[in-house]
Structure formats: structure tokens, C-alpha cells
């Protein structure tokens, strides 16, 4: 795991083809390696304890922790995404992960929908990366990612669907005109704002 993360973690920032990419390495920190090694050993084995005596969801909010605070002294503005629906975590994370859907599953729409609402009830407020579609077929990928835009943050991780949904060019102007339309409604609530 060390070499792996030494390879990652060269410098505050990674380079590909000679240019920077614009995202900081956090984990360069020997505090924050030592906090990943003990909560995967305490996650995966109950017998292991931190120095601290934690483990569980006590030791994985910790790490949490611990990487949210140096991701914030390196960058005051990072954006910290998370996993965890339950009010606890609040204030280690600032953008909540709907997570994957299986894309043999249908009605996507209202599946991620009802995860949104959980967020909402368990952490008011949160921005929420409203993930995948599930790609089952073109209707409901349409559909969600279509929809995204009024549940959170919308995102396209992939610009294939699976084998029973193929994006063509007209659907990927469509998310496109959805997430301008976003984007203005952001700016212009941001402008209300200041």
C-alpha cells in the first residue's frame, strides 16, 4: 500500500502527458496513513483497536476526519465527498455520494430519487452527487439523467450505456442543455447570495 500510494502521491500534484491536473494529494501525510491502515485493519477485523481505543464507525469517523481536515488546511475550498447518510458525519463532509446503481435494476429515476430524500431528512443542506444511471435502457438513463439536475449535483460517469443503452449524439446535447440550464440557475442563487 505504501509504494502504491508513494507512486500516487509525488508532490502536491499529478501530471499526465507533462501537464498538472488540477486536484492536490492529501494523503502524501504520514498521519493520514497510519489513520487508513488502523481503520482498514478495525473495519475488517473487530479485534483491532486504535491507540485511541475506537473502532467502527468511531474509527472511520476519524479518518474522516483527519483527511477532511488536511484536505482543508492544504485547499480551503476542496470538496470532500463522502458515503455516509447519517447525520454523524455532517461535518466531515461537504458532498454526499447517492452511489452506483445496478443497471440491470429499472426505474432509476425514482429508486435515486427516494436516496436523495434520505440525505435530505439525515443531512438538510448537503450538496449531493446524484452518480450514475443505470444505463438498463435508454429511457430510464434519459429519464435520470434528465432529473439529476433537480435532485443535486448532476454527473456522467460514463458516455456508453450498457449493452441496452447506446447515447447518441442528440442525447448527450440534451444532458448537456440540462446541466447549462443548471449551471445558470447555480450562478444566478450564487449572485442572490453575495
Known amino acids: 500500500m505504501r509504494r502504491a500510494m508513494q507512486r500516487f502521491c509525488r508532490g502536491e500534484c499529478r501530471t ?10 492529501m494523503l502524501h501525510s504520514r498521519r493520514v496513513q497510519r489513520h487508513v491502515r488502523t481503520v482498514q485493519a478495525a473495519l475488517f477485523c473487530r479485534t483491532v483497536h486504535a491507540a485511541s481505543g475506537k473502532y467502527g464507525v468511531e474509527l472511520l469517523y476519524d479518518l474522516m476526519h483527519a483527511i477532511y481536515t488536511r484536505a482543508k488546511a492544504i485547499k480551503p475550498d476542496a470538496l470532500i465527498n463522502a458515503s455516509p447518510c447519517h447525520p454523524y458525519f455532517a461535518d466531515v463532509c461537504d458532498h454526499g455520494r447517492l452511489h452506483d446503481y445496478d443497471y440491470k435494476n429499472r426505474n ?29 435502457a435508454k429511457r430510464d438513463t434519459m429519464h435520470w439523467l434528465l432529473a439529476q439536475s433537480h435532485v443535486g449535483v448532476p454527473d456522467l460517469y460514463a458516455l456508453r450505456g450498457g449493452p441496452h443503452c447506446d447515447l447518441n449524439a442528440d442525447d ?18 450564487l449572485r442572490e447570495m453575495d
Open 16 to 25: 499526465q502527458h507533462g501537464k498538472a491536473l488540477a486536484f492536490s494529494c
Open 108 to 136: 432509476n429515476r425514482a429508486d435515486m430519487t427516494m436516496r436523495a430524500r434520505l440525505y435530505q431528512a439525515a443531512l438538510p443542506g448537503l450538496l449531493l452527487d446524484t452518480d450514475n444511471a443505470g444505463f438498463a
Open 172 to 189: 448527450l446535447a440534451a444532458v448537456a442543455e440540462n446541466w447549462a440550464i443548471y449551471s445558470r440557475r447555480i450562478d444566478a442563487e
